[in-house]
């Protein structure tokens, strides 16, 4: 930074997600958790330099999904703007989701001549899909748009968008075999305002499951299957009706300019929906074979331009849901020598916050209510006693033990950026 820093002046802000780094002891690791058994020098000197803490991202053990944590930490109550899986997994497979969009979870399914579910997920179609849901994606049914995409295997997302929807419905999915595909019904009673909006939404719904069954049963990939003595993927099964919420963006409510750098597509999905800038960076796959060093600098050309940046890096959760303590703890260090270049390069006047969006013990396989530690470093911020970047020496921080939803306010106080609240 070119300028001298005045007292007062407003500074950026960078906040390093390490997805699902929080850990539990594991005896394969001298009964350390993977963080504290890690060879991690930059990481223990950013600690060393700032003030600590742990965190709960969602509140006191919860076990956070990566989409309520990130809305957590983008400063967003998730009690009041997670509205269900349905928009969140749309965002989390690229499509174009927009406030008011009803979206639901679905499976392609088999069913039989009477409509009764055979296979609730079609022998667990792996190929094929795309062509199958490029036979639904667009159709409009009584005015409303299809949106329609296949994610991994029998798991798809449909997106209804128009007029006078709702998602107080009930699912057509009837959640086990041998039973009729269900009709959708409103899931309020018929004196609640919104009444007419759900039966109109179900009736939408029923009708674009037998088109899908009318498509799907005639379509060239399914007889391709049956001819192969595989079950025909014949049907849409929605369920679980989400509306995509209307959430306030970031450059209004805080009047920042902002971006996120990350590889999956659930973070960018999210990211963007909050009016961020998602640049696209090569080699960020959101795996382990991520290219760390393209996202370091694609940090850094973005905290040039933008007044709030959010770094997700993805890998440490998949070590975690694979239970690989010892992939975990060497992908800390791979992860810490790519910080100390990122922290040496950063400038004076960013308030930068390293921590994770929830624990995903290798022990456990999946995320876990545990806390995750926490360092926020940056010009003027106090100095605690913590020396070592781990889930138990930050528990005795400064900071002391805050909830996600906290950390942006808190960072935004420490930038300059915060409103004072009285006179
Ligand atoms: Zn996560
Ligand atoms: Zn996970």
Redesign the pocket.
Same mark, same amino acid.
Request: hydrophobic content about 15%; overall charge negative; glycine content about 14%.
């Given at each position: 930074m070119a300028e001298a820093l005045k007292p007062g002046d407003a500074r950026k802000i960078l906040l390093m997600v390490l /997805?699902?780094m929080g850990d539990r002891p594991v005896k394969e690791l001298g009964s350390k958790t993977p963080l504290q058994y890690a060879a991690k020098r930059a990481m223990d000197k950013f600690a060393s330099e700032g003030t600590c803490g742990i965190m709960d991202t969602i509140g006191r053990g919860i076990r956070p999904g990566?989409d309520t944590?990130h809305l957590a930490l983008l400063g967003y109550n998730p009690y009041e703007v997670y509205t269900g899986r349905g928009p969140f997994e749309a965002l989390g497979i690229g499509m174009d989701v927009r406030a008011g969009d009803v979206a639901f979870r679905c499976n392609f399914a088999t069913v039989d001549t009477r409509m009764v579910v055979t296979d609730r997920r079609a022998g667990r179609i792996r190929e094929g899909t795309d062509e199958l849901g490029r036979s639904l994606d667009g159709m409009e049914i009584d005015g409303v748009k299809i949106l329609f995409k296949p994610a991994v295997e029998h798991r798809a997302v449909l997106i209804l968008r128009g007029k006078g929807l709702c998602a107080k419905v009930t699912d057509a999915d009837p959640h086990s075999e041998g039973q009729k595909v269900h009709e959708s019904n409103p899931s309020v009673n018929n004196n609640a305002t919104d009444f007419k909006d759900a039966e109109f939404t179900a009736k939408v719904l029923n009708k674009f499951v037998l088109e899908s069954y009318k498509a799907l049963n005639a379509h060239l990939v399914n007889k391709e299957r049956t001819k192969n003595g595989e079950l025909p993927a014949n049907i849409i099964l929605p369920r679980g009706a989400g509306m995509a919420p209307h959430i306030p963006k970031i450059s209004d409510r805080y009047g920042m300019k902002s971006s996120c750098v990350a590889g999956i597509s659930l973070v960018k999905g999210i990211c963007r929906y909050v009016g961020m800038e998602i640049p696209d960076v090569k080699g960020a796959t959101g795996g382990t074979d991520t290219d760390l060093g393209a996202k370091m600098k694609a940090v850094l050309r973005e905290l040039d331009k933008n007044d709030f940046v959010l770094l997700n890096i993805k890998a440490l /959760?998949i070590f975690g849901h694979d239970g690989d303590a010892k992939g975990k703890a060497a992908y800390i260090g791979k992860i810490d020598r790519q910080l100390k270049f990122l922290f040496s390069n950063i400038g004076e006047n960013v308030v930068v916050a390293l921590t994770a /969006?929830?624990s995903t013990p290798v022990s456990v396989r999946d995320h876990s209510g545990d806390p995750v530690p926490l360092a926020i470093c940056g010009p003027h911020v106090r100095k605690d006693v913590i020396i070592k970047y781990d889930e138990v020496s930050c528990a005795s921080g400064a900071l002391g033990r805050i909830r996600g939803m906290d950390l942006l306010p808190v960072m935004l106080d420490l930038a300059n950026r915060s409103e004072k609240y009285g006179a």
């Open positions: /997805d699902g990566s944590a /959760d /969006d929830h």
